[in-house]
């Protein structure tokens, strides 16, 4: 049994090489890229990162076509959390907090998981912190007693209100200084930072391996889902146009 899993940022090349499954690694995901992933009939596919803004993002209507052909597709992380929300009532598998939240309603913007990052030869190394990330860091940081509740409030407004391009902590924590919150208590939560951090994401995604591995070694049988795909003109010119890209 194969897999197919669309993975960047999140779970970079050197977070992989631990993995002895049969998988096919893909980069982030585009528009067309999981039909493309589909036609070849692997037994899984799993959607970890993906393109937002100026490049088209996956459609729900190709990850609904997949299952329809018995494809599992594991969401989590990123879009792939995102559209396992979205799609979980028709048969997509949702991995990890980051889906859980966005099910549950915690999380509803796109913002929340999207960051800037570098190429595929560099291994995509992050540019900027995702929004789940620096959630997950604060709510540790209490925990851990590096910094208070209030103040953990006061910076994820502060850090939800940048710009996901412009949202690192050095630039959180400038922002927080300028806005006069305690010079003691950021300086104790800047020190705590370097050992404290939490990658959500990177946490989400990897719990997603672990699942996609318990399903192939299981070989679960195809998926059978409940639902009727509505086979209409658009779609069929989509799929053509994919088609024809791979002649």
């Not at 990052?117 to 604060?138: D, F, K, Q, S």
Request: hydrophobic share 50%; glycine share 8%; aromatic share 8%.
């Amino acid at each position: 049994m194969r897999a197919v899993i669309f993975a960047g940022p999140s779970l970079p090349p050197n977070a992989r090489l631990a993995w002895g499954l049969d998988i096919d690694w893909r980069p982030p995901v585009r528009q067309g890229d999981l039909y493309r992933a589909a036609l070849g009939r692997p037994a899984v596919i799993g959607v970890i990162d993906g393109y937002f803004e100026v490049t088209p993002t996956v459609w729900h209507k190709e990850i609904l076509w997949a299952m329809t052909q018995g494809i599992h597709v594991f969401g989590a992380a990123s879009i792939g959390a995102l559209r396992a929300a979205e799609l979980d009532v028709f048969g997509m598998k949702g991995i990890g907090r980051i889906y859980q939240d966005f099910r549950d309603g915690a999380l509803e913007d796109d913002d929340e998981v999207a960051i800037l990052h570098g190429p595929a030869e560099l291994g995509y190394p992050p540019l900027t912190e995702a929004m789940v990330n620096i959630r997950a860091t604060l709510a540790a940081a209490i925990s851990a007693s590096a910094v208070s509740g209030a103040l953990a409030a006061e910076l994820t407004i502060i850090a939800k209100s940048l710009f996901y391009k412009r949202r690192t902590y050095d630039e959180l924590l400038q922002r927080a200084a300028a806005l006069c919150l305690p010079g003691t208590a950021l300086r104790d939560f800047a020190g705590w930072l370097p050992h404290g951090r939490i990658d959500q994401k990177r946490l989400d995604a990897l719990a997603t391996l672990d699942a996609i591995r318990s399903h192939l070694v299981a070989a679960a049988p195809p998926l059978n889902v409940s639902y009727e795909f509505a086979d209409t003109a658009a779609w069929h010119a989509a799929a053509r146009r994919v088609r024809e890209e791979l002649l």
